[in-house]
């Protein structure tokens, strides 16, 4: 598990997670994240995200491709205009 809750995080560079490939649960909740970006590549055993309470605007579906065993996705409490089709 990785908890990065309330930490006032305004972003998070590309790839900034890809050593962690057993990580299982990610926690970036009650931040101030605007974009996911990549992040979440290479994350292929992630079973839970949360991002709720950040501001992020857009949901891409690039973003979740490798995230094959994912099975819980928080983004309650944002600011979500726009959804990427199949995502």
Do not use: A, V
């Given at each position: 598990d990785l908890d990065l809750s309330s930490n006032n995080?305004?972003?998070?560079?590309e790839f900034a997670f890809s050593y962690l490939?057993?990580?299982r649960y990610l926690?970036?909740?009650?931040n101030k994240?605007?974009?996911i970006g990549n992040i979440l590549k290479n994350l292929t055993?992630?079973?839970?995200?949360s991002f709720n309470q950040n501001k992020i605007v857009e949901l891409r579906s690039s973003w979740f491709e490798s995230l094959k065993l994912l099975s819980s996705i928080v983004f309650n409490e944002n600011l979500i205009e726009t959804i990427e089709p199949k995502t």
């Open positions: 995080i305004e972003s998070i560079e490939k057993n990580l926690r970036l909740s009650k994240l605007k974009t055993k992630l079973h839970s995200i």
